[in-house]
């Protein structure tokens, strides 16, 4: 016998807040059981349904509150040793759990929303610069 071990499917807050919105008005409820489920969270149906379909088992799981600086720095798109050079810096809060390093999962997503800002800061800042330039 083969057992089928699959990763649990994260229960997102973007899906989380579709599902309740959907269960919470019965309305939008028979509306969405005739196809028409917001785009996260048909995709998380979808994948549930498609591991049932495959006779695999389906876990449910809430994304972690505690990130290691491995899972921080895979979701911020960059390596850990550059996560480790911020964090030295000061630009993204953390604990430690003994020697170990941990991050809140709200504190690196406010650091990417922030690194975001700045970048379209940026971006605006040169783009303005540019129309300047053609102006002349």
Do not use: W
Not at 15 to 34: I, L, W, Y
Not at 37 to 62: C, M, N, Q, Y
């Amino acid at each position: 016998m083969t057992t089928k071990t699959n990763p649990a499917i994260e229960v997102t807050q973007a899906v989380e807040q579709q599902a309740s919105q959907v269960v919470a008005n019965p309305e939008t409820f028979h509306d969405a059981v005739r196809g028409t489920f917001p785009p996260a969270l048909a995709s998380f149906i979808e994948s549930i349904l498609a591991r049932v379909a495959r006779g695999e088992s389906v876990a449910l799981s809430r994304p972690s509150e505690i990130l290691t600086t491995t899972e921080a720095a895979e979701y911020l798109g960059i390596s850990r040793p550059t996560l480790m050079k911020r964090i030295r810096e000061g630009e993204i809060d953390y604990f430690k759990v003994g020697s170990h390093t941990r991050l809140h999962r709200e504190d690196v997503v406010a650091y990417l929303q922030r690194c975001r800002a700045r970048a379209r800061h940026e971006f605006d800042a040169i783009r303005e610069l540019d129309n300047e330039i053609e102006g002349l």
